[in-house]
Nanobody
């Protein structure tokens, strides 16, 4: 089992920045692919960014590319999402997720992830 706890959400003006953190506990953190998803009101949860442990790659949704940066600190069992140049359309609940790398195909689908945090709210005002 892996437990994930997100933090760092809040209210920010458009153009501002936030850094989300996801603290993991349980099994060996470094063995898992980690991802960030978000869900806006009335919309489905969508992929934002992820680490590929298997291939060492980092991937982003087109909507956040160039503005968001995912990083991880294996020593602290924490994954981060640095969000810059925030827009009102980035408003959502942001979720951290983890999965066994062997289960990953695209890494963008909810069904590929075994473990989820409770989410943290990000609100961007115009």
């Amino acid at each position: 089992q892996v437990q994930l706890v997100e933090s760092g959400g809040g209210l920010v003006q458009a153009g501002g920045s936030l850094r989300l953190s996801c603290a993991a506990s349980g099994r060996t953190f470094s063995n898992y692919d980690m991802g960030w998803f978000r869900q806006a009101p009335g919309k489905e949860r969508e992929f934002v960014a992820r680490f590929s442990w298997r291939y060492g790659g980092i991937y982003y949704a087109d909507s956040v590319k160039g503005r968001f940066t995912i990083s991880r600190d294996n020593a602290k069992n924490t994954v981060y999402l640095q969000m810059n140049s925030l827009k009102p359309e980035d408003t959502a609940v942001y979720y951290c997720a983890a999965t066994n790398p062997l289960r990953v195909r695209s890494g963008t689908q909810l069904s590929e992830y075994d473990y989820w945090g409770q989410g943290t709210q990000v609100t961007v005002s115009s």
